[in-house]
């Protein structure tokens, strides 16, 4: 049974990795689509596949960093479907310089703005929509930095996702009466290409290791198809291979 038929869910970040993934899991539930990112061609091609599976997707792509940009996609949304059931909130980004000793305020900027701004843009045209409709679900990815600080994600981006953690918790505080649940999801090490910014090169042995894009995806799912009553507020997915557990018992041996 297709439970998400008759929801709309909009994903950002939709061209790769979790967002891709969870586009595909939801499409799966029956739910359509809005596939938002930076770059059209992988928004094209995701959205190619999912209407051969009879799917019903639209791709709005567009900055997040730019507000005017996140509102429009808000009015595309109520013109084309009138209502926003679903918002798997997933953008973001890293760069490589950034511990404190090269971080630039450009750089500042760009993570800050590319991993909390752009996540309160989003959820302030979604509240909207739902708030008229007395219902919906928005999914944040988060991070484990958001929870945890350590040197692996840089100062910039652990901040940053410490903010969404901390903004999905408060939307459950105001909007609960208004029938919205709000779930952060904190992900350790998942293999999806923002690996490719680290610093130091991460190989295909570690990534197979890792969560992958389809596990959090299935979490992305259940998340949305759980009942109105029932907010889960805030999970952690790690692999059981986790290299920060596995570092501190080779020092203690």
């Not at 973001?92 to 630039?104: E, F, H, K, S």
């Not at 760009?110 to 996540?119: D, M, Q």
């Not at 995806?217 to 009553?229: E, F, S, T, W």
């Amino acid at each position: 049974m297709a439970r998400l038929a008759g929801k709309v869910a909009w994903v950002t970040g939709a061209g790769s990795g979790i967002g891709e993934a969870a586009a595909v899991k939801l499409a799966e539930e029956g739910a359509a689509l809005v596939l938002t990112g930076r770059r059209r061609a992988p928004l094209d091609a995701l959205a190619q596949r999912l209407r051969e599976a009879g799917a019903t997707v639209e791709v709005q792509p567009a900055d997040l960093m730019d507000p005017a940009a996140v509102k429009a996609v808000g009015g595309f949304m109520g013109q084309r479907f009138g209502r926003l059931d679903i918002l798997v909130n997933n953008a973001g980004l890293n760069i490589t310089p950034r511990r404190w000793a090269v971080l630039t305020p450009e750089g500042v900027d760009e993570l800050v703005r590319g991993n909390l701004s752009s996540a309160f843009y989003c959820v302030t045209v979604a509240l909207p929509f739902m708030r008229a409709q007395r219902d919906g679900v928005l999914i944040h990815t988060a991070s484990m930095a958001g929870r945890n600080v350590s040197p692996l994600s840089g100062p910039g981006y652990t901040a940053a996702k410490h903010g969404v953690v901390a903004m999905s918790h408060t939307i459950n505080m105001e909007e609960c009466v208004n029938g919205i649940r709000s779930c952060v999801i904190c992900p350790g090490e998942v293999a999806t290409p923002i690996l490719d910014k680290r610093p130091n090169p991460v190989g295909p042995e570690e990534r197979a290791k890792m969560v992958q894009s389809e596990d959090v995806g299935d979490l992305i799912r259940y998340v949305a198809c759980l009942p109105p009553h029932v907010t889960l507020n805030e999970v952690w997915i790690t692999p059981t291979w986790n290299r920060s557990y596995v570092a501190q018992l080779e020092r203690k041996l």
